[in-house]
């Protein structure tokens, strides 16, 4: 299993990114992805969930709820993470993770390298 991800960097407050995290060695349509996101001094926190094929429907935090927007394309075995109205707080390495079935539930088992995002003027 393999996961990279992608698309982060240095963007102004109220700016937006779009995380890629290209998936390989697994049927991906099979398993739920969810995006964690760990800044400064703080513990790993769960960003988002989207479940596999028939496995519901995706999760996202309260706290960018209305911002990010987690989806993917099974064709091309990649999780995305839109990020809009980006605010400094939202500073941190994203991770995308491979959960261990279909649905959003528990930890990831797999985990990608992360990437950075920093919002700052």
């Known amino acids: 299993v393999q996961l990279v991800e992608s698309g982060g960097g240095l963007v102004q407050p109220g700016g937006s990114l779009r995380l890629s995290c290209a998936a390989s060695?697994?049927?991906?349509?099979?398993?739920?992805m969810s995006w964690y996101r760990q800044g400064p001094g703080k513990e790993r926190e769960l960003v988002a969930t989207?479940?596999?094929?028939?496995?519901?429907?995706?999760n996202i935090a309260s706290s960018v709820n209305g911002r990010f927007t987690i989806s993917r394309d099974n064709a091309k075995n990649t999780v995305y993470l839109q990020m809009k109205s980006l605010k400094p707080e939202d500073t941190a390495v994203y991770y995308c993770?491979?959960?261990?079935?279909?649905?959003?539930?528990?930890?990831?088992?797999?985990w990608g390298q992360g990437t950075q995002v920093t919002v700052s003027s």
């Open positions: 993770g491979r959960l261990a079935g279909r649905w959003n539930r528990g930890t990831p088992v797999y």
């Open positions: 060695g697994f049927t991906f349509s099979s398993y739920a």
């Open positions: 989207i479940p596999g094929s028939g496995g519901g429907s995706a």
